[in-house]
């Protein structure tokens, strides 16, 4: 049974209107992820939350939010798209620490047009 | 920083070929090692870890042992299989020393593997 759930897996939205992508874990782990992989690119980490507080890194586009509502749901908030901003992107989560296993979700397809 | 480096592929192999995709790292301390890979149109799935030196870790025939005194984690697998084709990554995660409340993976470019029948 699947652990990390996106959706939609296949997202097309119009250059500049927003949208979102959704994640829920059935882990109860307490440190969810978002990562942004490009076609034969690593993923790379856009932000991660720590129970409720949130970490941004130090390159992510402002355009990227991000919400934790509670211990079991994120969501992905792209204000404006862009063209370049057409990727997989890959909710994970892991519990507390390092040395932890980060288990990923199935990935959201974006398409921007 | 922390970084990891994978050969190049792509990589082709037959069916019933050994395998064998290079990953050596570059980190202070000790960071836990995975190997992770992702078939087509899909996320990433955890193939095997391994936390310290010298552990190896193991899965679906695919096997990788923690070698702190070359740095490396290479992947391998005796006998592919049609199924296996898939690109495969290669991540680390913080060590002890900078250990902190989450896992950044720093990845590897990834290896594409086609095996033929």
């Known amino acids: 049974d699947a652990m990390v759930i996106q959706n939609p897996r296949y997202q097309v939205t119009q250059f500049g209107k927003p949208v979102t992508l959704s994640c829920s874990q059935t882990?109860?782990?307490?440190?969810m992820y978002w990562y942004q992989q490009k076609s034969s690119q690593a993923p790379k980490l856009l932000f991660h939350y720590y129970d409720k507080d949130f970490n941004n890194e130090a390159d992510t586009p402002d355009n990227f939010q991000s919400r934790r509502p509670n211990t079991s749901f994120c969501f992905l908030d792209i204000r404006s798209p862009g063209l370049g901003d057409a990727a997989m992107y890959l909710c994970?989560?892991?519990?507390?620490?390092?040395?932890?296993?980060?288990?990923f979700g199935e990935g959201s397809w974006l398409t921007v047009v | 920083g922390n970084s990891v480096t994978q050969m190049e592929g792509p990589v082709t192999l037959s069916e019933e070929a050994f395998l064998t995709i290079n990953c050596t790292y570059t980190?202070?301390?000790?960071?836990?090692l995975f190997w992770y890979v992702q078939y087509p149109g899909e996320g990433l799935q955890l193939l095997l870890k391994a936390t310290k030196a010298d552990d190896k870790g193991s899965n679906k025939g695919f096997e990788a042992t923690y070698r702190k005194e070359t740095t490396s984690f290479h992947l391998e697998k005796g006998s592919v299989q049609v199924s296996d084709s898939a690109v495969y990554f290669c991540a680390l995660s913080p060590t002890r020393s900078e250990e902190t409340s989450y896992g950044k993976l720093t990845f590897g470019q990834g290896t594409i593997l086609t095996v033929h029948p």
């Open positions: 994970a989560t892991s519990r507390t620490g390092g040395r932890n296993t980060i288990y």
């Open positions: 882990l109860n782990h307490n440190v």
């Open positions: 980190a202070t301390g000790y960071p836990s």
